[in-house]
């Protein structure tokens, strides 16, 4: 089934989800996350927001990325990259939204994010945090088996980085990644 607001006026399709952001090509405000729950019972998700402000009648505006899974979810985090100032170019902040999705050899992470679009500097910085994310999901980690906070969960080497780089591949940041 098409999923209204999922897809702009050109018929391309969109990684990146919002809600509440009428204005954006493609939608009519609606919460796209639930309209994909609803649409795909059978998936689990998890959901980052690079954009979270106030909107109409209290209810919040939002944008950012998702994971669908029908396999199952562990451990989801939402890592904010960096939002560079600049005097020239619109901007906005963005995230990476990393799941470890339990596949059948073995866990997996899953990293959907969206870089920015009108400068490479930005998105040289945001690859950047991608490499030191990559080192700390490779780093060794004391075992913690009390079941609080605390508690291990699976850090797999495995990891698929996936969404909208905004850049060619010979870029050299895209290149690094």
């Known amino acids: 089934a098409e999923l209204k607001g999922l897809a702009d006026p050109h018929g391309a399709r969109r990684q990146e ?11 009519q405000g609606e919460d796209q996350p639930a309209a994909l729950g609803r649409e795909l019972p059978d998936y689990e998700t ?11 009648r209290g209810a919040r505006t939002r944008f950012g990325n998702m994971i669908l899974s029908r396999l199952p ?3 989801a985090r939402c890592h904010s990259l ?4 600049s005097a020239t170019q619109p901007s906005m902040p963005r995230v990476a939204v990393e799941a470890i999705v339990e596949a059948p050899l073995g ?24 490499a030191q994310l990559r080192l700390e999901w490779l780093a060794l980690r004391k075992r913690v088996d009390e079941g609080r906070p605390f508690r291990s969960q699976p850090s797999p080497a495995g990891t698929i980085v996936c969404g909208d780089f905004n850049a060619a591949p010979e870029e050299p940041s895209i290149r690094l990644m």
């Open 17 to 27: 989800i919002a809600s509440g952001f009428a204005d954006l090509p493609g939608s």
């Open 107 to 130: 866990p997996l992470r899953v990293v959907s994010t969206h870089l920015e679009y009108y400068l490479a500097e930005h998105r040289a910085a945001q690859v950047a945090r991608l």
């Open 46 to 56: 998890v959901v980052g927001w690079g954009v979270d402000v106030p909107g109409a």
């Open 73 to 75: 979810l562990g451990r």
């Open 82 to 85: 960096p939002w560079p100032a």
